[in-house]
């Protein structure tokens, strides 16, 4: 297969309800690549949820490989539940109710994920402004630290002081640790960067939250519309996918959850979609398979969007043109939203 058809047949797989594009993924051909893919892209416990009991009769070196992942990713997902309520305890003690945000929201929505198919790098709370430091000592006080990555060592500390100064041009506070956890947490301000923030005001992605409780701990879930429009900012805009011509499938997985769950629970009804929205859901469509009764938004072309990416796919130094340009750009929109950024990222360049 070329890359643009293993890329493709992975795509389907991971959206699930394929039973086609799940039967030729495993035959002995494709299921080294789609695995090699989908290591690329950190997705092997995803990929080995969706091919479920069909792994038995696949290549072994790969069925070892997606099921160790799994394996490895179903521990750390409970833990990062664990760790999730226990800092929302913590805040609670402190009289905040934090909301959550991104993948740690995913964990806790309905209908719930199969254990094991999202792989979370960290754990990112939502503060309103008066929450936000009164949070960071309760954690403080159960023994989590600030970590200062822009070091070429990194390093830890509890200055608040400094904690100030370093998230003063940025819409969360330095990530945060504990030993033995699993997870890194992030306290954030604001769902979205600053050059985002008046697409998707404060107030408004937290209208309509909902108030669970579990194992002593209370938090709030956003609305399932608010995360797919942060969602869509964040991954796709945010972190260069746009630019770079590329999908981020991670990205468009959870968005489908987002419809899921919003279908099952209902939608809100001040809500409008804009373009950048459903361009992206139309890639989601044509990729992962959304069908008409999920649909947020009017069907699109998006024939040029796939047509630039099945280029990007086929020719590694267009990538890497792409990827570099992307930066450029990504880092100017940056400091002309945020100026304040620029003596940090000098400094960090100059070491």
């Known amino acids: 297969m070329t890359t643009w058809e ?31 893919l989908a290591g690329s892209r950190d997705l092997l416990p995803a990929l080995a949820v969706r091919l479920g009991s069909r792994l038995s009769s696949g290549d ?21 539940q664990a760790q999730a309520l226990k800092a929302a305890r913590a805040m609670n003690a402190a009289g905040v109710e934090p909301v959550l945000l991104k993948g740690t929201a995913l964990m806790f929505v309905q209908p719930a994920p ?19 430091w009164p949070s960071a000592q309760a954690l403080l006080a159960q023994g989590y630290q600030f970590c200062d990555y822009h070091r ?27 030993a033995g956890q699993h ?10 960067p600053r050059r985002y923030q008046r697409q998707l005001p404060l107030a408004a992605f937290l209208e309509n939250t909902q108030r669970l409780e579990q194992h002593g701990a209370a938090f709030h879930l956003p609305a399932a519309a608010r995360q797919r429009q942060a969602l869509v900012y964040a991954a796709y805009l945010h972190d260069g996918y746009a630019a770079r011509r590329d999908f981020p499938i991670r990205a468009g997985m959870d968005y489908k959850a987002l419809l899921e769950a919003e279908q099952a629970g209902g939608g809100i009804t001040n809500f409008s979609v804009d373009k950048t929205l459903c361009q992206f859901e139309q890639l989601v469509d044509e990729l992962l398979g959304l069908g008409p009764a999920l649909r947020s938004c009017p069907s699109s ?34 400091l002309l939203f945020n100026a304040g950024k620029l003596p940090r990222y000098l400094r960090g360049q100059l070491r």
């Open 114 to 132: 199969p254990p094991g198919l999202r792989k979370q790098v960290d754990i990112d709370l939502l503060l309103e402004p008066a929450a936000l």
């Open 152 to 178: 070429k060592t990194p390093e830890l500390f509890t200055d608040l002081d400094r904690a100030r100064q370093l998230s003063a041009h940025h819409h969360h506070l330095p990530p945060m640790l504990r």
């Open 301 to 334: 072309d998006a024939g040029p969007d796939l047509a630039a990416l099945r280029r990007r796919l086929a020719s590694p130094s267009l990538a890497r043109a792409l990827d570099m340009q992307a930066r450029w750009r990504h880092l100017g929109a940056a």
């Open 60 to 80: 072994p070196a790969s069925v070892t490989a997606l099921q160790s992942a799994l394996q490895d990713n179903t521990r750390r997902q409970l833990h990062l």
């Open 6 to 36: 293993t890329f493709r047949l992975l795509c389907r797989c991971l959206g699930g309800g394929d039973d086609a594009a799940l039967e030729a993924a495993c035959s002995v051909d494709a299921l080294p690549q789609l695995t090699e």
């Open 183 to 192: 997870a890194t947490l992030e306290l954030h301000s604001h769902p979205l």
